[in-house]
Protein backbone atom coordinates (compact mmCIF):
# COMPACT_ATOMS: atom_id res chain seq x y z
CA UNK A 1 0.00 0.00 0.00
CA UNK A 2 1.45 3.46 -0.95
CA UNK A 3 2.07 5.16 2.69
CA UNK A 4 0.25 8.33 3.12
CA UNK A 5 1.72 11.70 2.82
CA UNK A 6 2.35 13.08 6.06
CA UNK A 7 1.15 16.50 6.95
CA UNK A 8 3.21 19.41 7.87
CA UNK A 9 2.80 20.34 11.50
CA UNK A 10 2.22 23.90 12.28
CA UNK A 11 1.27 22.59 15.95
CA UNK A 12 4.54 23.56 17.51
CA UNK A 13 8.23 24.75 17.88
CA UNK A 14 10.18 21.20 18.59
CA UNK A 15 8.80 19.28 15.83
CA UNK A 16 12.29 18.92 14.23
CA UNK A 17 15.52 17.71 16.34
CA UNK A 18 17.96 20.33 16.36
CA UNK A 19 19.56 22.73 14.53
CA UNK A 20 23.04 20.64 12.02
CA UNK A 21 25.67 22.55 13.88
CA UNK A 22 24.58 21.43 17.20
CA UNK A 23 24.63 17.75 15.77
CA UNK A 24 27.84 18.37 14.25
CA UNK A 25 29.53 19.38 17.42
CA UNK A 26 27.98 17.03 19.52
CA UNK A 27 29.44 14.27 17.13
CA UNK A 28 32.61 16.17 17.05
CA UNK A 29 33.30 16.21 20.68
CA UNK A 30 31.82 12.90 21.41
CA UNK A 31 34.80 10.98 22.91
CA UNK A 32 36.23 13.89 24.41
CA UNK A 33 36.02 13.23 28.34
CA UNK A 34 34.92 15.56 30.66
CA UNK A 35 33.59 16.79 33.63
CA UNK A 36 30.09 15.90 35.05
CA UNK A 37 27.35 17.63 36.43
CA UNK A 38 27.88 20.88 34.14
CA UNK A 39 31.50 21.28 35.11
CA UNK A 40 32.43 20.40 31.64
CA UNK A 41 34.41 23.18 29.42
CA UNK A 42 31.47 23.98 26.87
CA UNK A 43 29.37 24.83 29.54
CA UNK A 44 31.58 26.82 31.14
CA UNK A 45 32.29 28.71 27.47
CA UNK A 46 28.03 28.82 27.35
CA UNK A 47 27.90 30.27 30.88
CA UNK A 48 30.84 33.26 30.05
CA UNK A 49 28.38 33.82 26.48
CA UNK A 50 25.56 34.34 28.22
CA UNK A 51 27.28 36.21 31.05
CA UNK A 52 29.09 38.65 28.19
CA UNK A 53 25.79 39.26 26.18
CA UNK A 54 23.66 40.37 29.50
CA UNK A 55 26.47 42.18 30.55
CA UNK A 56 26.38 40.86 33.78
CA UNK A 57 29.57 38.55 35.30
CA UNK A 58 28.04 38.04 38.72
CA UNK A 59 25.08 36.06 37.06
CA UNK A 60 24.62 32.11 37.83
CA UNK A 61 23.70 30.26 35.34
CA UNK A 62 21.81 27.04 34.92
CA UNK A 63 21.63 24.66 31.65
CA UNK A 64 18.25 22.04 32.39
CA UNK A 65 16.52 20.11 30.20
CA UNK A 66 13.09 21.89 30.21
CA UNK A 67 10.29 24.88 30.37
CA UNK A 68 8.34 23.15 33.36
CA UNK A 69 11.08 21.98 34.89
CA UNK A 70 12.67 25.19 34.85
CA UNK A 71 9.28 26.62 36.10
CA UNK A 72 9.25 24.49 38.93
CA UNK A 73 12.91 24.72 39.90
CA UNK A 74 12.54 28.43 40.11
CA UNK A 75 8.84 28.71 41.54
CA UNK A 76 9.87 25.93 44.47
CA UNK A 77 13.29 27.58 45.20
CA UNK A 78 12.02 30.91 45.43
CA UNK A 79 8.79 30.39 47.79
CA UNK A 80 8.31 29.90 51.50
CA UNK A 81 6.00 27.52 52.47
CA UNK A 82 2.95 30.37 53.19
CA UNK A 83 4.20 32.49 49.94
CA UNK A 84 2.27 32.58 46.28
CA UNK A 85 2.31 33.34 43.05
CA UNK A 86 0.62 35.84 40.40
CA UNK A 87 0.39 34.50 36.98
CA UNK A 88 -1.81 35.73 33.66
CA UNK A 89 -4.55 32.84 33.29
CA UNK A 90 -2.98 31.66 29.98
CA UNK A 91 0.54 31.51 31.65
CA UNK A 92 1.99 27.85 31.20
CA UNK A 93 2.29 27.48 35.13
CA UNK A 94 -1.27 27.95 35.33
CA UNK A 95 -3.08 26.04 32.32
CA UNK A 96 -0.38 23.63 31.18
CA UNK A 97 2.18 22.20 33.69
CA UNK A 98 -0.45 19.53 35.66
CA UNK A 99 -0.43 20.95 38.77
CA UNK A 100 3.49 21.25 38.97
CA UNK A 101 3.66 24.18 41.08
CA UNK A 102 0.87 23.38 43.59
CA UNK A 103 2.05 19.91 43.90
CA UNK A 104 5.35 21.74 45.84
CA UNK A 105 2.59 23.31 48.28
CA UNK A 106 1.92 26.71 46.32
CA UNK A 107 -0.97 28.46 45.21
CA UNK A 108 -0.95 30.38 41.85
CA UNK A 109 -2.91 33.60 41.36
CA UNK A 110 -4.39 33.39 38.27
CA UNK A 111 -5.22 36.88 36.53
CA UNK A 112 -7.48 37.96 33.35
CA UNK A 113 -5.95 39.51 31.02
CA UNK A 114 -6.90 40.51 27.27
CA UNK A 115 -3.67 39.82 25.79
CA UNK A 116 -1.60 37.54 27.61
CA UNK A 117 0.64 40.19 29.69
CA UNK A 118 0.60 41.28 33.37
CA UNK A 119 0.47 44.99 33.90
CA UNK A 120 0.77 46.49 37.40
CA UNK A 121 -2.71 47.55 38.16
CA UNK A 122 -3.24 43.87 37.90
CA UNK A 123 -0.72 42.54 40.25
CA UNK A 124 -2.05 45.20 43.05
CA UNK A 125 -5.77 43.92 42.45
CA UNK A 126 -4.21 40.74 44.20
CA UNK A 127 -2.56 42.60 46.90
CA UNK A 128 -4.98 43.99 47.77
CA UNK A 129 -7.62 40.99 48.46
CA UNK A 130 -4.78 39.93 50.28
CA UNK A 131 -4.09 42.06 53.12
CA UNK A 132 -5.56 39.93 56.13
CA UNK A 133 -2.14 38.26 57.30
CA UNK A 134 -1.54 35.73 58.23
CA UNK A 135 -4.60 34.60 57.79
CA UNK A 136 -4.11 35.02 53.91
CA UNK A 137 -1.46 33.88 51.98
CA UNK A 138 1.68 36.15 51.27
CA UNK A 139 2.51 36.92 47.31
CA UNK A 140 5.79 36.30 46.45
CA UNK A 141 6.56 36.34 43.21
CA UNK A 142 5.26 37.33 39.74
CA UNK A 143 5.68 35.04 36.60
CA UNK A 144 5.35 36.22 33.45
CA UNK A 145 6.39 34.95 30.00
CA UNK A 146 8.08 36.39 26.69
CA UNK A 147 6.72 36.18 24.51
CA UNK A 148 3.55 35.20 25.91
CA UNK A 149 1.38 31.83 25.31
CA UNK A 150 -0.33 33.83 22.73
CA UNK A 151 2.66 35.39 21.14
CA UNK A 152 2.49 38.87 22.39
CA UNK A 153 5.98 40.25 24.07
CA UNK A 154 6.53 43.17 26.25
CA UNK A 155 8.10 46.50 25.53
CA UNK A 156 10.68 47.59 27.51
CA UNK A 157 8.27 50.33 28.73
CA UNK A 158 6.19 47.41 30.19
CA UNK A 159 9.12 45.14 31.64
CA UNK A 160 10.21 48.49 33.38
CA UNK A 161 7.15 49.20 34.74
CA UNK A 162 6.34 45.76 35.80
CA UNK A 163 10.15 45.45 37.67
CA UNK A 164 9.78 48.63 39.59
CA UNK A 165 6.35 47.96 41.00
CA UNK A 166 7.58 44.63 41.73
CA UNK A 167 10.66 45.96 43.63
CA UNK A 168 8.20 48.50 45.54
CA UNK A 169 5.74 46.13 46.51
CA UNK A 170 8.84 43.11 47.82
CA UNK A 171 7.83 40.84 44.92
CA UNK A 172 10.50 38.72 42.35
CA UNK A 173 9.92 38.88 38.96
CA UNK A 174 10.42 35.77 37.19
CA UNK A 175 9.93 35.56 33.13
CA UNK A 176 9.68 31.91 31.40
CA UNK A 177 11.80 33.16 28.26
CA UNK A 178 10.92 29.57 26.51
CA UNK A 179 10.39 31.64 23.29
CA UNK A 180 12.59 34.39 24.67
CA UNK A 181 14.05 34.43 21.07
CA UNK A 182 11.13 34.62 19.12
CA UNK A 183 10.43 37.76 21.52
CA UNK A 184 13.70 39.25 21.24
CA UNK A 185 13.95 39.21 17.49
CA UNK A 186 10.02 40.20 16.85
CA UNK A 187 9.78 43.09 14.39
CA UNK A 188 8.24 45.06 16.98
CA UNK A 189 10.55 44.62 20.00
CA UNK A 190 12.83 47.55 21.90
CA UNK A 191 14.42 45.05 24.38
CA UNK A 192 17.99 43.69 24.76
CA UNK A 193 18.66 40.45 26.25
CA UNK A 194 20.68 42.96 28.74
CA UNK A 195 17.62 44.94 29.99
CA UNK A 196 16.08 41.58 30.50
CA UNK A 197 18.90 40.74 32.94
CA UNK A 198 18.47 43.88 34.04
CA UNK A 199 14.62 44.09 34.99
CA UNK A 200 14.08 40.78 36.10
CA UNK A 201 15.35 38.67 38.90
CA UNK A 202 15.47 35.31 37.25
CA UNK A 203 14.56 34.53 33.96
CA UNK A 204 15.77 31.83 31.26
CA UNK A 205 16.59 31.49 27.52
CA UNK A 206 14.44 28.67 25.97
CA UNK A 207 16.36 26.52 23.71
CA UNK A 208 13.79 23.48 23.32
CA UNK A 209 11.50 26.08 21.18
CA UNK A 210 14.78 27.70 18.98
CA UNK A 211 16.78 25.17 17.53
CA UNK A 212 18.40 23.00 20.40
CA UNK A 213 17.44 19.15 20.56
CA UNK A 214 16.23 19.77 24.42
CA UNK A 215 17.43 22.53 26.97
CA UNK A 216 16.90 26.00 28.85
CA UNK A 217 19.44 28.11 30.16
CA UNK A 218 18.35 29.25 34.17
CA UNK A 219 19.81 32.78 34.38
CA UNK A 220 19.80 34.49 37.89
CA UNK A 221 20.55 37.96 38.23
CA UNK A 222 19.30 38.97 42.38
CA UNK A 223 21.89 37.77 44.59
CA UNK A 224 18.99 36.57 47.64
CA UNK A 225 17.70 33.89 44.80
CA UNK A 226 21.70 32.76 44.27
CA UNK A 227 22.95 30.93 46.76
CA UNK A 228 21.06 27.85 47.03
CA UNK A 229 19.88 27.05 44.06
CA UNK A 230 22.05 24.27 43.26
CA UNK A 231 20.65 22.09 46.01
CA UNK A 232 17.39 22.60 44.04
CA UNK A 233 18.34 21.47 41.05
CA UNK A 234 20.14 18.41 42.23
CA UNK A 235 16.74 17.38 45.14
CA UNK A 236 14.43 18.00 41.89
CA UNK A 237 16.46 15.42 39.24
CA UNK A 238 17.73 17.91 37.15
CA UNK A 239 21.03 17.81 37.35
CA UNK A 240 21.88 15.70 34.50
CA UNK A 241 25.66 13.67 35.29
CA UNK A 242 26.30 14.52 31.15
CA UNK A 243 25.74 18.14 31.52
CA UNK A 244 27.69 18.60 28.65
CA UNK A 245 24.91 17.59 26.87
CA UNK A 246 23.37 20.74 27.45
CA UNK A 247 26.36 22.88 27.50
CA UNK A 248 27.09 22.02 23.90
CA UNK A 249 23.84 22.50 22.79
CA UNK A 250 24.03 26.33 24.58
CA UNK A 251 27.63 27.26 23.25
CA UNK A 252 26.87 26.70 19.70
CA UNK A 253 23.24 28.51 20.12
CA UNK A 254 25.29 31.64 21.85
CA UNK A 255 28.31 32.00 19.65
CA UNK A 256 28.07 33.98 16.55
CA UNK A 257 23.74 34.26 17.94
CA UNK A 258 22.90 31.58 16.20
CA UNK A 259 20.17 31.68 18.43
CA UNK A 260 18.84 34.85 17.63
CA UNK A 261 19.00 33.90 14.13
CA UNK A 262 16.70 30.82 14.30
CA UNK A 263 14.13 33.26 16.13
CA UNK A 264 14.05 35.54 13.32
CA UNK A 265 13.85 32.93 10.77
CA UNK A 266 10.52 31.34 12.62
CA UNK A 267 8.90 34.91 13.33
CA UNK A 268 9.40 35.79 9.47
CA UNK A 269 8.20 32.59 8.46
CA UNK A 270 4.97 33.70 10.49
CA UNK A 271 4.57 36.85 9.27
CA UNK A 272 4.50 35.71 5.63
CA UNK A 273 1.47 33.30 6.44
CA UNK A 274 -0.03 36.53 9.22
CA UNK A 275 -0.22 38.88 5.84
CA UNK A 276 -1.65 36.29 3.85
CA UNK A 277 -4.38 35.61 5.89
CA UNK A 278 -4.61 40.10 6.24
CA UNK A 279 -5.10 40.04 2.75
CA UNK A 280 -8.64 37.83 3.13
CA UNK A 281 -10.04 39.88 6.09
CA UNK A 282 -9.43 37.46 8.15
CA UNK A 283 -9.36 38.32 11.87
CA UNK A 284 -6.93 37.16 14.88
CA UNK A 285 -7.52 36.19 18.45
CA UNK A 286 -4.01 38.07 19.00
CA UNK A 287 -2.03 41.10 17.66
CA UNK A 288 1.26 39.20 17.28
CA UNK A 289 4.63 40.09 15.65
CA UNK A 290 6.18 36.50 16.60
CA UNK A 291 5.85 32.87 15.94
CA UNK A 292 2.39 32.39 17.07
CA UNK A 293 -0.36 33.68 15.19
CA UNK A 294 -4.09 32.65 15.92
CA UNK A 295 -6.48 33.63 12.79
CA UNK A 296 -10.01 33.56 13.53
CA UNK A 297 -11.70 31.08 11.20
CA UNK A 298 -15.02 28.68 9.77
CA UNK A 299 -15.56 25.86 9.98
CA UNK A 300 -15.38 25.02 6.58
CA UNK A 301 -11.76 27.09 6.39
CA UNK A 302 -10.49 24.90 9.44
CA UNK A 303 -11.92 21.90 7.81
CA UNK A 304 -10.37 22.64 4.00
CA UNK A 305 -6.66 23.95 5.58
CA UNK A 306 -6.75 20.63 8.11
CA UNK A 307 -6.62 18.47 4.93
CA UNK A 308 -2.71 19.44 4.53
CA UNK A 309 -1.86 20.75 7.52
CA UNK A 310 -1.76 19.94 11.00
CA UNK A 311 -2.20 22.31 13.59
CA UNK A 312 -4.90 22.82 16.82
CA UNK A 313 -8.02 24.96 17.22
CA UNK A 314 -7.13 26.99 20.32
CA UNK A 315 -10.40 28.72 20.64
CA UNK A 316 -14.30 28.23 19.58
CA UNK A 317 -15.52 31.94 19.31
CA UNK A 318 -19.16 30.79 18.66
CA UNK A 319 -20.80 27.87 16.77
CA UNK A 320 -19.17 28.48 13.14
CA UNK A 321 -15.87 30.25 14.24
CA UNK A 322 -13.02 29.35 16.30
CA UNK A 323 -9.07 30.97 16.29
CA UNK A 324 -6.26 28.35 15.46
CA UNK A 325 -2.83 28.37 16.38
CA UNK A 326 -0.24 27.82 14.12
CA UNK A 327 3.12 28.12 14.94
CA UNK A 328 6.73 28.29 12.94
CA UNK A 329 9.88 26.88 13.82
CA UNK A 330 13.66 27.72 12.84
CA UNK A 331 12.93 24.59 10.20
CA UNK A 332 9.84 25.96 8.38
CA UNK A 333 10.81 26.08 4.76
CA UNK A 334 9.78 29.04 2.74
CA UNK A 335 8.80 26.23 0.53
CA UNK A 336 6.00 24.96 2.88
CA UNK A 337 5.06 28.86 3.77
CA UNK A 338 4.19 29.11 0.21
CA UNK A 339 2.18 25.88 0.07
CA UNK A 340 0.08 27.19 3.13
CA UNK A 341 0.02 30.69 1.92
CA UNK A 342 -1.89 29.31 -1.69
CA UNK A 343 -3.89 27.10 0.48
CA UNK A 344 -5.14 30.24 2.50
CA UNK A 345 -5.78 32.24 -0.57
CA UNK A 346 -7.71 29.33 -1.88
CA UNK A 347 -10.43 29.81 1.28
Not at 272 to 282: H, L, R, T, V
Request: charge should be negative.
Amino acid sequence: AERKMKKYSFKNDYSEGCHPNILEALIRTNLDQQNGYGYDEYSDDARELIKKKINDQTAEIYFVSGGTQANLLVISSILRPHESVISAETGHIFTNETGAIEATGHKIHGVVTDDGKLKPEQIQLVLDSHTNKPHQLKQRLVYISNSTEIGTIYQKQDLKELYEFCQANNLYLFMDGARLGQALTSEINDLTLEDVANFTDVFYLGGTKNGALLGEAIVITNNNLKEEFGFHVKQKGALLAKGRLLGIQFLELMKDDLYFDLAKISNVQAMKIKSAFQEKGIQFLSETFTNQIFPILNNSQIEKLAASFDFYVWKKMNEDNSAIRLITSWATSDKVVEDFINEIKAL
